[in-house]
């Protein structure tokens, strides 16, 4: 294993909680299938979509952003455009976030460098849920596990 799929790993096995940022209510989006994915891998997944603030989405409360969840967020996943990450990593670093991934499309290097100047593992272009099956993660290594 390389020293980035070992980045990946670990940030997925670390992580129990995860907002994800641009959630969304359409089952045909990205953002709905992962959430579900994530949540299947035992990963509490927290929506954050001001348009859908205060409904439920796959069981869960969707929130407006990041500081009103008001609870620890281990992984913040970024459903967003790429020139848009930046105010997404400024709420994850004062909410206390361990982790930004961006997914697959979203790259924004000035707001990466941002986030791990201030102690944030970045991740970038990538999916958990391609990710967690390519590198063998189960149950046990993911959210559920210890």
């Known amino acids: 294993m390389n020293a980035v799929d070992k980045l990946i790993a670990a940030t997925l096995r670390s992580a129990k909680t995860i907002a994800v940022v641009g959630a969304s209510d359409k089952t045909h989006r990205a953002s709905h299938g992962v959430m579900r994915f994530l949540q299947s891998c035992g990963y509490r997944c927290i929506p954050v979509n001001p348009k859908l603030a205060g409904q439920k989405l796959l069981g869960e409360t969707v929130y407006?952003?990041?500081?009103?969840?008001?609870?620890?967020?281990?992984?913040?996943?970024?459903?967003?455009?790429?020139d848009h990450v930046g105010p997404v990593i400024d709420e994850a670093i004062a909410i206390g976030a361990k982790a930004v991934w961006m997914q697959l499309g979203v790259v924004n290097a000035e707001a990466a460098e941002r986030g791990c100047a201030a102690g944030?593992?970045?991740?970038?272009?990538?999916?958990?849920?391609?990710?967690?099956?390519?590198?063998?993660?189960?149950?046990?290594?993911?959210?559920?596990?210890?």
């Open 120 to 146: 944030l593992t970045v991740i970038m272009d990538r999916c958990p849920a391609i990710e967690i099956p390519r590198l063998g993660l189960n149950k046990s290594q993911t959210g559920s596990g210890s």
């Open 64 to 82: 407006p952003d990041l500081a009103s969840i008001g609870q620890p967020v281990d992984m913040v996943d970024v459903f967003r455009k790429s």
